[in-house]
């Protein structure tokens, strides 16, 4: 089973996005989404983030992952 993490982007420069996870801040390659821009929310997956999600997408998954915590 694959897990994917919500975030959102915090900065974004040569292909790489800086993003928040739940206050954690990390680096992913960005090269698999085209117009990311900081403030959108990106699903991601062993280090790159592979789709944008909404705000509410955001939330749910949040919510989801600390029911499971």
Same mark, same amino acid.
């Given at each position: 089973?694959? %897990?994917?993490? +919500? &975030?959102?982007?915090? +900065?974004?420069?040569? =292909?790489?996005? #800086? /993003?928040?996870?739940?206050?954690? $801040?990390?680096? %992913?390659?960005? =090269?698999? *989404? ?14 790159? &983030? /592979?789709?944008? /999600? $909404? ?5 749910? $998954?949040?919510? *989801? #992952?600390?029911? *499971? #915590?």
């Amino acid at each position: 089973m694959c %897990v994917g993490l +919500s &975030a959102k982007v915090v +900065s974004v420069e040569d =292909g790489t996005a #800086l /993003i928040d996870a739940n206050g954690a $801040t990390r680096e %992913v390659s960005a =090269g698999v *989404l085209d117009d990311l821009e900081p403030g959108d929310f990106v699903m991601v997956h062993a280090g790159v &983030a /592979i789709a944008k /999600i $909404t705000e509410d997408d955001e939330a749910e $998954t949040a919510g *989801l #992952l600390e029911g *499971l #915590l």
